[in-house]
């Protein structure tokens, strides 16, 4: 378990750790010569049979708020520290306003110094902090009056924190690993070490990671969770782990940043979020106003873009876009807090709900029903109605990343919502089924239309048979579409186009007559059918016109074009896409290279390399390094 102190300064949140467990936590000579605590200070109280206690000590004053948001991020617990003697502070009800914003639920107060008055004035303070966290995230915890100083009620505060602490079950370590970095050191004989409370997520001794901020590969050497030495850090402990890289060192690192596994998002510029405004604003939040933005350990300025309303009322909610000066590591669901422009009082906070916007139109009726979407806490429920209200298909590699899904939480999830998945260059789109066969009827429709305009042509290639139908996706998902509708019979492939089974195209007249004349001539070549220029000395005819012919015949579906003057039987594609599939996978690899596709084909090396460069144009094939990968299996590519 992991508490933070929170309270006015000079309330005695230091001294109060130091006697429950022993240590001073202001560390910095300033700290020790004003006996003010200025940045974080950390403790650790060990359980017997239980994981030990970790303690962050935050500054009271108003002057290291900052530091005091960077303490509070991720933690299970706050012990809120009022003092009998002053009773709630400004910076009492500043703290408590950021954590009911951040949504902390478990803590104690503990009132201090009860040995500096009257039980009377002790008594009358109790009531005032009842009245003022009522209607707050901490409404009804407990109170221990306790003294530092005599030690009075320090045993009972001691044994309650004991005993939530073993009640609490551990924090799901699901997701992602996210350590959010609050302190960068070197120690001698070791190496750099990055402190942080741990958001998500388990790392190991020897596992690979990410500081996002410094965008570095990094190597765990050694870990040590809730001050002891440990094989594995995990989500809800306080970690200190001895990093390793190439070219790494304490000053590539700062407060703020993010120690990463997975795939998580690129720090991002712009945040959709929900921001609550505080009850106490004198005005509303207006668009455009500036604010320092505090999430996890991080800080930036930025401006607060109001969605769907014109600004957001004292005590109110509204989705709002951070359009940040600074980019930020960030998550769904992390929590944050707003403060003014000139950082002297807090605005509001709340929950980040996406880190994609839209270039434009971050307002429009459809990007407001996707961020309500988003919302949604179970991963399940929220990716099924964004399938639903993404017309153009979910990014699912996005999706994952910015609710921090590792691949296997992906996988299983893929499995509970029925949807549409098609691969992509960089990740993969995911149609609702409803949305699926809405864009396969439009397909049949389009195809309709071409032929009536086209009678003599075959149809559109895959890659086209959303044109005209108002439906703007990558290519990808049109030959996805168009792999499935042939698969079930309702469309043909012909050549390298698809038409619907009605139709069928045809040469007429001397076109005909020719074709005739060249179809066996194709036969015959087998795997290196004869160049244009061949065709028409062996039929006496020009090449300009055969060449012409050959084009025709390809909308036909009869010829495909691979070069500009060789044409393939479409049956023979299909032949040396088959020795393609043989090549992969034959090789260690699974690549394709030009020396072993031409060895295997026994085309030539020129040929070779000219097919392959058409594999890789209609997407049965990709470039990668010297080699060429399979993407496609050949049946969806070509026709046998």
């Given amino acids: 378990m992991i508490i933070a102190t929170a309270g ?56 290291f708020i900052r530091n005091m948001l960077c303490g509070v991020a991720g933690i299970d617990f706050v012990l809120f520290v009022v003092a009998a003697d002053d009773g709630p502070m400004p910076q009492t009800e500043e703290h408590l306003a950021i954590l009911d914003l951040l949504g902390v639920t478990r803590g104690a107060v503990a009132l201090t110094k009860i040995d500096r008055v009257e039980e009377k004035r002790a008594v009358e303070v109790a009531e005032q902090i009842d ?55 070197d120690v001698v004989g070791a190496g750099l070490v990055v402190t942080g409370t741990v958001f998500s997520g388990e790392i190991t001794a020897g596992d690979g990671a990410r500081v996002l901020g410094a965008d570095m590969d990094v190597r765990v050497r050694g870990i040590h969770a809730q001050n002891a030495k440990a094989e594995a850090g995990r989500a809800g402990q306080r970690c200190a782990l001895n990093l390793a890289g190439i070219g790494l060192n304490k000053d590539l690192i700062a407060r703020g940043d993010w120690l990463i596994s997975g795939a998580p998002p690129a720090p991002a510029h712009k945040i959709d979020v929900r921001l609550r405004v505080l009850k106490s604003e004198a005005r509303a939040l207006a668009h455009w106003t500036p604010v320092h933005v505090h999430l996890g350990a991080s800080e930036t300025t930025g401006r607060v873009a109001v969605l769907g309303q014109n600004n957001i009322e004292p005590g109110g909610t509204g989705l709002a876009q951070l359009v940040l000066d600074h980019p930020i590591g960030v998550a769904h669901g992390d929590g944050l807090i707003i403060r003014d422009q000139s950082a002297q009082r807090t605005v509001g906070g709340g929950r980040v709900i996406d880190v994609y916007p839209p ?10 029903a996707f961020l309500a979407a988003m919302e949604e806490t179970d991963e399940g429920t929220a990716l099924l109605q964004l399938l639903d209200v993404s017309p153009n298909g979910l990014r699912l590699d996005r999706f994952a990343a910015v609710r921090n899904l590792t691949d296997a939480d992906m996988e299983a999830l893929q499995e509970l919502v029925p949807m549409k998945k098609v691969p992509m260059e ?38 086209r048979i959303l044109t005209g139908t108002g439906i703007r996706l990558p290519p990808e998902a049109a030959v996805a579409i168009s792999a499935e509708l042939v698969r079930e019979g309702i469309i043909l492939k012909e050549g390298m186009g698809v038409r619907l089974p009605s139709h069928q195209p045809s040469l007429q007249g001397a076109d005909a007559t020719n074709w005739k004349k060249i179809k066996p001539l194709l036969e015959d070549g087998g795997l290196r059918p004869p160049v244009v220029t061949e065709i028409a000395q062996a039929i006496g005819g020009e090449p300009r016109k055969v060449e012409t012919l050959m084009v025709r015949a390809g909308r036909h579906g009869l010829v495909v074009r691979i070069a500009k003057n060789r044409f393939y039987p479409p049956g023979k594609l299909r032949d040396l896409a088959d020795i393609a599939e043989k090549v992969a996978a034959d090789a260690d690899d699974h690549k394709i290279t030009a020396a072993a596709f031409r060895d295997a084909s026994n085309i030539g ?17 990709r470039r990668v390094g010297d080699g060429h990968e399979i993407i496609r299996p050949a049946v969806d590519v070509f026709r046998s």
């Fill in 359 to 368: 270039a434009r139109g971050r307002a429009r009726p459809e990007r407001l």
């Fill in 426 to 463: 960089s990740g993969s789109l995911g149609f609702s089924d409803a949305r699926w066969a809405g864009m396969c009827d439009a397909v049949l429709d389009g195809l309709a239309a071409f032929h009536r305009k086209s009678p003599d042509m075959v149809g559109p290639g895959e890659n």
């Fill in 131 to 185: 009245v003022l966290f009522a209607s707050t995230s901490l409404e009804g915890i407990p109170m221990f009056p306790v003294s530092a100083m005599t030690g009075d009620g320090i045993d009972g505060l001691k044994a309650h924190l004991l005993e939530t602490a073993t009640a609490l079950p551990p924090r799901a370590s699901a997701g992602n690993f996210r350590l959010a970095i609050d302190r960068s050191f």
């Fill in 8 to 63: 006015h300064v000079d309330h005695g949140k230091t001294l109060l750790i130091k006697s429950l467990t022993g240590v001073d936590t202001d560390r910095l000579p300033e700290e020790k010569k004003r006996n003010l605590t200025i940045d974080l200070g950390f403790a650790y109280l060990p359980m017997e049979g239980a994981e030990t206690i970790g303690f962050i000590d935050v500054p009271g004053h108003e002057r």
């Fill in 605 to 621: 090396r020129n040929l070779a390399i000219e097919v392959l460069e058409f594999f890789n144009k209609v997407k049965f094939t």
